[in-house]
């Protein structure tokens, strides 16, 4: 089974940019759709973006669309959350989450796989 691997979060000002990865450990990627969740402080985990197996479909949350771009790189089996115009509300703990079937890319219950979190932290 695949495990994912965060990397790339940290402190930014707002207004500025930050690349997630998501690496896979232990099986290639490929056949796995990909989501990124985040969690704030005192708050429930929430969507923020999904990708298909092949990367040609997308999905974003109201709350990050037009500012954060999700992509994989299947040959280096690695996805990505590139975050743009940050915001003091982005702060959270980003998860990648992995799933070979997906009902609805939203939900938490969809994944199978997620990784132990990075934290981004924007400051005003």
């Known amino acids: 089974q695949v495990q994912p691997v965060e990397s790339g979060g940290g402190l930014v000002q707002a207004g500025g940019s930050l690349r997630l990865s998501c690496a896979g450990s232990?099986?290639?990627?490929?056949?796995?759709?990909m989501g990124w969740f985040r969690q704030a402080p005192g708050k429930e985990r929430e969507f923020v973006a999904g990708i298909s197996w092949s990367g040609s479909s997308t999905y974003y949350s109201e709350s990050v669309k037009g500012r954060f771009t999700i992509s994989r790189d299947n040959a280096k089996n690695t996805g990505y959350l590139q975050m743009n115009s940050l915001k003091p509300e982005d702060t959270a703990v980003y998860y990648c989450?992995?799933?070979?079937?997906?009902?609805?890319?939203?939900?938490?219950?969809?994944?199978?796989?997620w990784g132990q979190g990075t934290q981004v932290t924007v400051s005003s």
């Open positions: 989450a992995m799933a070979r079937t997906i009902f609805d890319r939203r939900i938490e219950n969809s994944y199978d796989y």
């Open positions: 232990g099986r290639t990627i490929s056949s796995y759709a």
